[in-house]
C-alpha cells in the first residue's frame, strides 16, 4: 500500500500509473501466465508512456552512475532491458532500447521497425521524440544522448551530447468509441 500512495504522489495522482508501480513491484512475472495487453485510451496512453519513461531514462542513469563508480554493476542498458522484459510479461505497453549510431555492440539494438528507423531520422533532425498515432497503438520515442563524459566508460567512440539511442513505446488503443 505503501508503493501504490508513492506511485500516486509521484504521477500526480493518475491511478493508472500507481497501478504500473505496483504490478511491476509485486509478483513474479516468470511464474504468472501473461497478462492480455492493457489497452487504453490515447491520452491514457500517453500519460503512461511518458511516466515508463521517466522511470527507465531514471533508472538507467542512476545505473550508469552506480556502474561508472563501480564496474562490478551491470550496465545501465543491461537494467533496463530486464525492467523492459519485465514490464512486457504483466502485460504493459512495450518497450524497446535501440541504437541511432548505425554501430550498435548487439545487433538486437539496431531499430526494429519502419517507426524506429523514422524515430532516429527524426532524432537527427534535431527532434528529442516522435510519436505516431494509429486506430490501434500509440507509439511514442524518446532520444537518448550522452549526458557526461562518465557516460565514455562504454560508449568510447562517442563525445558529450551526441545521440546514441531511443527508447521506443507501443501502447495498444481501445477501439475508439462510434
Not at 6 to 22: D, K, N, S
Not at 45 to 56: E, H, K, P, Q, S
Not at 100 to 125: D, I, M, Y
Not at 151 to 170: E, M, N, P, Q
Amino acid at each position: 500500500m505503501r508503493n501504490a500512495r508513492l506511485a500516486v504522489a509521484v504521477a500526480g495522482g493518475v491511478a493508472l500509473p500507481a497501478l504500473l508501480f505496483t504490478t511491476v513491484l509485486a509478483g513474479n512475472p516468470a511464474t504468472a501466465a501473461p497478462p492480455a495487453p492493457v489497452r487504453l485510451e490515447l491520452e491514457e496512453a500517453r500519460r503512461t508512456v511518458r511516466l515508463m519513461n521517466d522511470i527507465y531514462v531514471t533508472g538507467v542513469l542512476v545505473t550508469h552512475d552506480m556502474y561508472v563508480k563501480d564496474p562490478g554493476n551491470p550496465a545501465a542498458v543491461s537494467w533496463g532491458k530486464q525492467v523492459i522484459r519485465q514490464i512486457r510479461a504483466k502485460g504493459w505497453p512495450d518497450a524497446h532500447i535501440f541504437d541511432t549510431t548505425g554501430r550498435p555492440l548487439n545487433p538486437e539494438n539496431n531499430p526494429q521497425n519502419p517507426f524506429e528507423k523514422a524515430a532516429v531520422a527524426a532524432f537527427k533532425s534535431g527532434k528529442s521524440s516522435y510519436e505516431e498515432v494509429s486506430a490501434e497503438s500509440y507509439r511514442y520515442a524518446t532520444s537518448i544522448r550522452m549526458t557526461d563524459e562518465s557516460c565514455l566508460t562504454c560508449h568510447v567512440r562517442a563525445k558529450v551530447g551526441d545521440l546514441v539511442g531511443g527508447i521506443s513505446y507501443l501502447a495498444p488503443l481501445k477501439p475508439a468509441r462510434r
